[in-house]
């Protein structure tokens, strides 16, 4: 139990030196990140989608649509109101209908205060196999999220890793910021060519295929 424990506090200090290297978890306004979530908003039809990373007691918004205040203005929440916390601790997506009818989502306080009901969340895992955070789109009511939805959203939180991929080569002397901005560029070509009001299978068809020939 007291390893688990120191194990679980050595992965969040190792999580927050990671985020503060990459600047995650600065206030500064990432352009590249604001388009892609109000990409899945409007591809989705979700009202809310965030780019949050989840540090040691808090998750901080990166990026954010749809967010009410004060939480869009504070771009932060404790933990008791972060549903992005499950996806981090688990590396793993996060499909929620409707989160009151769910055991351990039922009492977090996103639900009255954020009006959490609908989620669907992607973990943004580096190759070194640690979780910054989760790309996810939210609904304030309850939501089945097709096949097609949920596929999108793994297509859209790869694509943003590989951008957080790229910024962490950079640490290693592995890539350079032409790398970044090329990456960057990719992703918004990508938003140029795939219309988020095509039909879903449309869409991730081309997305697949966007990535394919453009290697991110």
Known sequence: M??????????????????????????????????????????????????SMVAADYQFFKSHVGLPDPWSTRRSTPLSHSFCQHVVANNEPLIVEDAREVNFLKDNMAIPDLNVIGYLGFPLTLSSEMSLGSFCVIDSEPRKWTDNEVNIM???????????????????????????????????LLMMNVKPDNDHAKILEEIKAFRTEHNI
């Open 154 to 188: 793994q297509e859209l939180s790869e694509i943003l890793t590989a951008e957080f991929e790229t910024r962490a080569q950079i640490n290693y002397n592995r890539a350079t910021q032409d790398d970044l901005k090329a990456i960057q560029v990719k992703i918004e």
């Open 2 to 51: 007291q390893s688990n424990f120191h194990e679980r506090v050595l992965l969040n200090l190792e999580r927050l030196r990671i985020l503060r290297d990459l600047a995650l978890l600065n206030d500064n306004f990432e352009t590249i990140y604001d388009k892609l979530t109000q990409y899945a908003s409007d591809i989705i039809g979700a009202p809310v989608s965030l780019v």
